[in-house]
């Protein structure tokens, strides 16, 4: 019966205990889909939180409003173009409170959530020169 290659896929889904499978199949392609919209996004909720707190000491961004912070801090543009600056760097350092291990560090000590530094670093590493 030619048909029954057709209904093959329907037929675990009817099933009950193959629901659950069936769905965390369809969560996780969803979730492979995270492609260059999410990554975009990412960028620019870490710019928006960049030029909302980092931006009182640093230059995040072209036009902002100086810097408060004087002399300022080096400026996002320069950080980023650190050759040796990577994601695995800039969690490392914003995981910590800003200033607090690092005692010759001018940086004031605050703590930014996961979620916030994720969204930062999106935006530091967005500014690497290509
Ligand atoms: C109160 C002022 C202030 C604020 C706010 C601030 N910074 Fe800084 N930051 C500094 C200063 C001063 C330095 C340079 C001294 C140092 O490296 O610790 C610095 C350095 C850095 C560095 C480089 C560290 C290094 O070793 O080169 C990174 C990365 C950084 N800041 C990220 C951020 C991010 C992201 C934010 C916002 C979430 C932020 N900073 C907010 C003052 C600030």
């Given at each position: 019966m030619h048909s029954s290659y057709l209904a093959k896929p329907a037929a675990p889904i009817r099933r009950g205990p193959f629901v659950p499978a069936a769905l965390a199949f369809a969560l996780a392609l969803a979730g492979m889909g995270s492609g260059a919209a999410d990554d975009a996004a990412m960028i620019e909720a870490g710019r928006e939180l960049a030029l909302e707190i980092c931006a009182k000491c640093h230059?995040?961004?072209?036009?902002?409003?100086?810097?408060?912070?004087?002399?300022?801090?080096?400026?996002f543009s320069d950080i980023a173009a650190r050759?040796?600056?990577?994601e695995a760097w800039l969690r490392a350092f914003l995981s910590r409170p800003h200033g607090g291990e690092r005692r010759t560090s001018a940086m004031a000590p605050f703590l930014l959530s996961a979620s916030q530094a994720d969204q930062a670093i999106a935006y530091l590493m967005s500014l690497k020169p290509q």
């Open positions: 230059v995040v961004a072209a036009g902002q409003p100086p810097p408060v912070l004087r002399p300022p801090a080096p400026s050759p040796d600056l990577d």
